[in-house]
């Protein structure tokens, strides 16, 4: 079975930059992947944040950044705000009969 | 503007069965691939189910295989999952969840959520 780790808990500054990280079970996290990222606060839904790797929706805030980064799919959140702590799931393509997998979630809190 | 609005949610015994509904509005539904992703109490998300905008072809993760069908509406602009031989780890909230314009773009705009109770 498939398993996507992402960091339990991590804490930044406010002004801060964070980096959240996306790794695999079957090995390096490659541009086939189509990392997607996502941001989840409190009582309410997902809220998208990059695709395909590095690629903003319209509504992204310019500070959060997707990239590949050691063999994992990395989120970088750079002069972070407050509002900006929530949960965060990364989403990975394995193409075959079960395409998506996500992973755990990063519990992120500004302090 | 984009409305994923869910409805049939509640609370079924195990064993029982289950229909949810997503409507759909303020976009061309039958050009986009849809999903349903779930997430259970204090838990983390799980992708369910995936269909294409033309039906076909379906994935499940292995956990509904067999027990959960989508399937969809295209003159309706709706999307449904029909759950069977539900069990108590179903219990979930579950999202409608469309996919977007970009290449590879998955779950652009979600729904609110219907909430899902197996028990007895």
């Known amino acids: 079975q498939t398993v996507v780790t992402q960091e339990p808990s991590l804490t930044v500054s406010p002004g801060g930059t964070v980096t959240l990280t996306c790794a695999s079970s079957?090995?390096?996290?490659?541009?086939?992947?189509?990392p997607n990222w996502f941001q989840q606060k409190p009582g309410q839904a997902p809220r998208a944040l990059i695709y395909?790797?590095?690629n903003k929706h319209s509504w992204t805030p310019a500070r959060f950044s997707g990239s590949l980064l050691g063999g994992k799919a990395a989120l970088t959140l750079s002069g972070v705000l407050p509002e900006d702590e929530a949960e965060y799931y990364c989403?990975?393509?394995?193409?075959?009969?079960?395409?998506?997998?996500f992973g755990g979630g990063t519990k992120l809190t500004v302090l | 503007e984009v409305q994923l609005v869910e409805s049939g949610g509640g609370l079924v015994q195990p064993g029982g069965s289950l229909r949810l509904s997503c409507a759909a509005s303020?976009?061309?539904?039958?050009?986009?691939?849809m999903n349903w992703v779930r997430q259970a109490p204090g838990k983390g998300l799980e992708w369910v189910s995936h269909?294409?905008?033309?039906?076909?072809?379906?994935y499940y993760a292995g956990s509904v295989k067999g027990r959960f069908t989508i399937s969809r509406d295209n003159a309706k602009n709706s999307l449904y999952l029909q759950m069977n031989r539900l069990r108590v780890e179903d219990t979930a909230i579950y999202y409608c969840?469309?996919?977007?314009?970009?290449?590879?773009?998955?779950?652009?705009?979600w729904g609110q959520g219907t909430l899902v109770t197996v028990s007895s």
């Open positions: 269909i294409m905008s033309v039906g076909s072809p379906i």
């Open positions: 989403l990975l393509y394995y193409g075959g009969a079960q395409p998506w997998v």
């Open positions: 079957t090995g390096a996290v490659t541009s086939g992947y189509y």
């Open positions: 395909n790797t590095n």
């Open positions: 969840v469309r996919d977007g314009d970009g290449y590879q773009s998955r779950g652009d705009y």
């Open positions: 303020g976009f061309a539904f039958s050009n986009y691939e």
